[in-house]
């Protein structure tokens, strides 16, 4: 579904994400992992096309959007959920998730939406700053949902968020995937979240994937001491 090559991301002169590439499959979630400031939120812009691709590849059900800016690659099944969420503090919650259909000449939000997220629905009239921060996480979410991606980018989703809600905040991310049939890539500090979530967890270190494990063979111990270094 998404596959990654050789792919590098700059600021300006300055290589951040040295040339790397992984595939993720439909259905299935990878968490990006590492320690501050070791790339992840720069390979999630590189994917999305924030920020410039310095050459490789990325390809979204086979069809290459490296060279495309990043409304074109969301019309070709990208969606992206930035680091702090950055939604509209003084607009209601319907209205925060209509900007996300802008590009898509509809104003409709569809129905799943609010299946998916009833609380949502419930406040749908009240003002996005007035939300919790795990209601403005999913509000985020169901903004990028509404043009019906195939991949799914999300920023560090839990940064903000409440311990007691992080556990809630996996089942939703699972329980959209399998709805929707998504695939996800996930950037995240929290060890837990990443292990209720990911099929895959790749460990990032200086721009490049370090290691990578299944989800079915992690050694957490292991993990932690990566992190923790
Ligand atoms: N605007 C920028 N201009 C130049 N370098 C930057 C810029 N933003 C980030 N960097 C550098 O890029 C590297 C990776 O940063 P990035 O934010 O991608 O890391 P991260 O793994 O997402 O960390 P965090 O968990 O703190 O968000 C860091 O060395 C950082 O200093």
Redesign the pocket.
């Known amino acids: 579904m998404l596959n990654v090559q050789n792919l590098t991301v700059a600021?300006?002169q300055?290589e951040?994400?040295h040339g790397l590439g992984f595939a993720v499959q439909p259905k299935q979630t990878v968490a990006?992992m590492?320690?501050?400031?070791?790339?992840?939120?720069?390979?999630?812009?590189g994917l999305i096309g924030l920020l410039p691709g310095g050459g490789g590849s990325v390809a979204i059900d086979g069809t290459e959007v490296a060279n495309l800016p990043p409304h074109r690659r969301v019309k070709h099944g990208l969606a992206y959920v930035p680091?702090g969420r950055q939604i509209f503090s003084t607009l209601s919650v319907e209205e925060n998730i209509r900007t996300g259909l802008e590009a898509h000449g509809t104003r409709k939000v569809p129905k799943e939406i609010y299946e998916i997220f009833p609380v949502l629905k419930e406040m749908r009239k009240r003002k996005g700053g007035n939300l919790s921060g795990g209601q403005q996480q999913q509000l985020a979410i169901a903004r990028a949902l509404v043009t019906r991606p195939k991949v799914l980018l999300l920023?560090?989703p839990t940064e903000g968020i409440q311990p007691s809600i992080i556990k809630d905040m996996a089942r939703m991310l699972n329980d959209v995937k399998e709805r929707l049939g998504l695939s996800i890539v996930v950037?995240e500090?929290v060890l837990s979240f990443a292990l209720d979530v990911a099929d895959r967890i790749f460990m990032?270190e200086?721009?490049r994937l370090v290691r990578e494990d299944a989800r079915a063979d992690v050694d957490e111990a292991s993990l932690a001491r990566h992190l923790s270094v």
Do not use: A, F
């Open positions: 600021y300006g300055s951040v994400v990006l590492g320690r501050n400031g070791m790339g992840k939120t720069t390979l999630i812009k680091q920023d560090e950037s500090q990032m200086s721009g």
